[in-house]
């Protein structure tokens, strides 16, 4: 049974700007801690962005994308998007969205390549 569904993914130049988004069926998304994962090739997956679903709750970001990333959420529609901007090449990876901490089961996950 699929929970999440990532879509917006693509391959930018450095700097520039991407919109990722995800959908998910999960009954509990209105008090599910929604975040985001990527995975680079060869590496572990790791932590990117964070919200709880309470009105006004503060995320949390991994220090690297502090200051360019924005995760938000809309509850209305079990919607949590990523906007990232200024993006670098280290950005690169799959990106992923689960709950946190996450399930076992993920996404099939969107790809963003930023070239030099």
């Known amino acids: 049974q699929e929970q999440f569904v990532e879509t917006g993914g693509g391959q930018v130049q450095a700097g520039e700007s991407l919109r990722l988004s995800c959908t998910t069926s999960?009954?509990?998304?209105?008090?599910?801690?929604m975040g985001w994962f990527r995975q680079a090739p060869g590496k572990e997956r790791e932590f990117v962005a964070a919200?709880?679903?309470?009105?006004?709750?503060?995320?949390n970001y991994r220090n690297s994308v502090k200051g360019r990333f924005i995760i938000s959420r809309d509850n209305a529609k079990n919607v949590v998007d990523l906007q990232m901007k200024s993006l670098k090449p280290e950005d690169t990876a799959v990106y992923y969205c689960?709950?946190?901490?996450?399930?076992?089961?993920w996404g099939q996950g969107t790809q963003v390549t930023v070239s030099t």
């Open positions: 999960r009954r509990t998304f209105t008090t599910d801690v």
């Open positions: 689960n709950t946190w901490p996450p399930q076992d089961v």
């Open positions: 919200v709880p679903g309470w009105l006004g709750a503060h995320p």
